[in-house]
């Protein structure tokens, strides 16, 4: 797991945020809902207003009898059903729900973040579930603020980890965020002079595949530009395949590369690059989560020197559930030993952000 260096010093809910969201069927997340955010029905008799002027009011509410009797229209035979009702205010006025309970005996589920108008709902006695929560605007759970705060009661019985991560993602710019990264995820460019392999067979090969393509289109636009700042994701060890090393060699340019895979991430950091570099990758959302990493390297059976140099499979490697639906994938798939390995991501704005970058010159995602 990449979440470990100088993790002691980071914040237990920050440290939990940024592993991201928790999907809507995570079974901690279920477990946390039924336990404090859910009240069962009532099993007590109806304890509704007998307030004359409360009454009267609710039987002159145009809309509420436009409602009423297009909800009667529909469900006038259906007995048992279940209903939602998302801001169920006090559970009676304006309710769309409660003559369903009372006549055709169904049940449901009452959503009202309100906390002073959820207690008065808890004292009508409905016979529906009931939750002083509100609807996530996401596929995941999310801390919102209403007036008051939508997650209250009980927290102090759910562990740290799953009460921080239903709060929300971080945004990428979040303070804490970029102080986790620039604290446990970022290695400054290094003062030393650059530890290049020498080894005949790696030299010769390291330029296979796309780079020559690349690098004519790249030497192209830059050839003139001098102290540019690029990002390289997916930077394997830093110097095979590496569109980037040239403009720090000739051009005098420094940037980010960041390599999620710990074992070619430990080669890159012995290279001595002249930019940061970062054992992580960058996030598919807009805020910073944990995927798992499908790291891929050839299998032991190819023992050839020329292939162990050439290959370049690590750079196959993918996040799972973002894999290319691609015949040579699969191909080097089956050549392939597969690790899968959790890593951490943020997105591209809080590495600038942590940087203090406005400017990159050169991407390669």
């Given amino acids: 797991m990449c979440l ?41 008799p109806y304890n509704l207003s007998t307030d004359p002027a409360y009454i009267k009011t609710e039987s002159l509410d145009p809309a509420l009898i436009f409602i009423h009797k297009t909800v009667v229209k529909f469900f006038k035979e259906q007995l048992g059903g279940f209903f939602v009702e998302a801001g169920a205010y006090d559970g009676e006025k304006g309710s769309n729900t409660l003559w369903l309970e009372k006549h055709q005996n169904w049940t449901g589920l009452l959503v ?28 995941y759970p999310i801390q919102q603020v209403l007036v008051s705060v939508c997650l209250v009661s009980r927290s102090d019985l759910v562990p740290w980890d799953i009460l921080a991560r239903v709060l929300g993602p971080l945004p990428a710019d979040h303070p804490q965020v970029l102080a986790v990264l620039r604290a446990s995820y970022l290695q400054p460019p290094s003062l030393l002079p650059y530890n290049l392999s020498t080894d005949p067979i790696y030299v010769k090969l390291v330029h296979l595949g796309s780079w020559g393509f690349i690098y004519n289109y790249t030497a192209k636009f830059f050839r003139e530009q001098r102290g540019g700042f690029f990002v390289e994701a997916g930077a394997l060890d830093g110097e095979k395949s590496s569109n980037t090393l040239w403009l720090e060699k000739h051009l005098n340019w420094t940037g980010l590369i960041l390599e999620p895979n710990p074992y070619s ?40 020197k020329i292939l162990q140099s050439g290959l370049t499979n690590r750079g196959a490697s993918f996040l799972l559930g973002y894999e290319l639906d691609a015949e040579i994938q699969r191909r080097t798939m089956k050549k392939s030993d597969i690790l899968y390995e959790s890593t951490q991501c943020f997105p591209l704005a809080s590495y600038l952000f942590a940087l203090n970058v406005t400017t990159v010159d050169f991407f390669i995602p």
């Fill in 265 to 304: 991430f430990q080669k890159l950091v012995h290279k001595q690059r002249k930019a940061w570099a970062s054992n992580t990758c960058l996030s598919p959302h807009p805020y910073p989560i944990q995927q798992v990493l499908v790291s891929v390297s050839l299998n032991d059976k190819f023992n050839n």
């Fill in 112 to 139: 009202e973040p309100n906390p002073y108008s959820f207690q008065k709902l808890v004292h009508k006695q409905r016979k529906a579930w009931a939750s002083n929560t509100c609807l996530s605007p996401h596929p």
């Fill in 4 to 44: 470990a260096n100088r993790s002691d010093l980071v914040p237990w809910d920050i440290r939990a945020s940024i592993l991201g969201p928790l999907p809507a069927d995570h079974p901690q997340m279920l477990n946390l809902l039924r336990a404090s955010y859910l009240h069962s029905p009532s099993l007590l």
